[in-house]
Each structure stands twice: as structure tokens, then as C-alpha cells.
């Protein structure tokens, strides 16, 4: 079982569709968590952090369940611009490294 | 805003061949990393680097070694390469300490292909 897991879609969503990821992570000593956003053929680039309870900026929210060890991603009124590979990170416990979900492939159409 | 550049968007070297990738960034970040990203099994951790000299090994450090002589630049070395090592190579950097540490800046990645 990877210590990361996401559905990795994809998902095909119209314009102005609200849409949901989850991801799960296995190591209950992790303490923080990402979501990171890469763009066909480029780097991957923080979209947000994932610190308590949750959080959110503007159209995207990030939730975090402690308890069940699942983060979500809601992303409202999906624009073309989000199509993208959504990827869950968290950190590795105590040793510093992070560990990556394999990725959520997102299709915003018009 | 932060940058971080690698030597190479595209590489092309020959099985046995000694490849460097460097990599550079202006943050005065501590933290150095390298992966590799392949379809199916994503990103990667080759080797990190907390400072100045020193080194970690990552998840998949066997065929690599690396170099950080300097604050700023940290370099991975392939060997002799071998056509398993064809891949996507990415370095990032980030500050060292708490929470910032986590928040991880990418170069815009090597695609190294070994014939």
C-alpha cells in the first residue's frame, strides 16, 4: 500500500462544475500537508498548505481529517486554467522528506 | 519570487557516460533536493542535502551520487548512466526550518533520455 494514495481520474469536469479530491495517507505521524499542482510537462507548484484543521483560498479549499487520515480538495466554479495533475503530499514524521501521491488528473471543458 | 534553474531542459546521453545536472537556486534556501518523476510511480526522492556539504540519501540513491560544494547549487551526478535512469529529473530547494520546510520550489525539470 502506498503511503499516498489519490484516485487518479481523471476527471472530467464542465466549466463552473464543482469538484472533489481525496487522498489518503498512512503514516499517523505526518503532520503536514500539501497539495501541489503540475501543469502537463512542467514542475509541480504549492497550491496550498494543509496545516489544522484546514483551509482555504478563494475558489479552492482544502479540508483535513485527522482521525480517518484523509485530505480533500473542492475546487468551485472550475475554471479551464485548473486542468492539471492535482498531487497530495505529506510529511514523512520526523524525518524531514515528503512523501508524493502518485496524482489526480483533472479536465476542465468548456 | 523564488527561482530555481537547472542546467538542461533536455538531455541526451549514452549508456556508460558520466551525465552531471546541475542545479541553482537565489533563495538562499538550506534545503536542496533531487527527484526523479516517472509515469506510474511519480515523484521520487534521489537524494537531499540540509546544507553545505552534507548529504542524504532518498528513496532510490543507487546508480547517483551528489554534489553540494556551495549554498546555492547542488548538483546530481549519474555514474555511468544506464537506460533505466531515462526519466524526468527535477530539483527543488526550500528553507529549513518549520513549517517552511515543506514548502518545496522546483526547477523546471531535465528530461534526461540514455541511449
Known amino acids: 500500500r502506498k503511503e499516498v494514495e489519490q484516485d487518479p481520474g481523471p476527471f472530467n469536469v464542465p466549466e463552473g462544475a464543482t469538484v472533489a479530491f481525496n487522498c489518503t495517507y498512512s503514516?499517523?505521524?505526518?503532520?503536514?500537508f500539501f497539495w501541489y499542482r503540475q501543469d502537463c510537462r512542467k514542475e509541480p507548484k504549492l497550491l496550498m498548505s494543509?496545516?489544522?484543521?484546514?483551509n482555504e483560498d478563494g475558489r479552492f479549499t482544502a479540508q483535513l481529517n485527522r482521525a480517518s487520515q484523509y485530505i480533500s480538495l473542492l475546487i468551485r466554479d472550475s475554471k479551464l486554467s485548473d486542468s492539471a495533475t492535482y498531487l497530495c503530499v505529506a510529511n514523512a514524521g520526523n524525518n524531514r522528506k515528503l512523501i508524493w501521491g502518485l496524482g489526480t488528473s483533472l479536465a476542465v471543458n468548456p | 519570487d523564488v527561482k530555481v534553474t537547472q542546467s538542461s531542459r533536455y538531455l541526451v546521453k549514452r549508456t556508460g557516460e558520466k551525465v552531471f545536472l546541475e542545479c541553482v537556486q537565489d533563495m538562499d534556501h538550506e534545503n536542496m533536493f533531487w527527484y526523479r518523476q516517472d509515469p506510474g510511480l511519480g515523484l521520487r526522492l534521489i537524494y537531499f542535502?540540509?546544507?553545505?556539504?552534507?548529504?542524504e540519501k532518498g528513496d532510490i540513491p543507487e546508480g547517483y551520487s551528489v554534489s553540494r560544494e556551495k549554498k546555492e547549487r547542488f548538483s546530481l551526478i549519474l555514474e555511468s548512466a544506464s537506460t533505466n535512469q531515462t526519466s524526468m529529473y527535477l530539483c527543488?530547494?526550500?528553507?529549513?526550518?518549520?513549517?517552511?520546510?515543506?514548502?518545496?520550489?522546483f526547477g523546471p525539470g531535465t528530461r534526461l533520455t540514455v541511449l
Open positions: 503514516n499517523s505521524a505526518s503532520q503536514s
Open positions: 494543509v496545516y489544522s484543521s484546514g
Open positions: 527543488a530547494s526550500s528553507f529549513k526550518d518549520l513549517p517552511s520546510y515543506n514548502e518545496q520550489f
Open positions: 542535502s540540509y546544507d553545505v556539504k552534507m548529504k
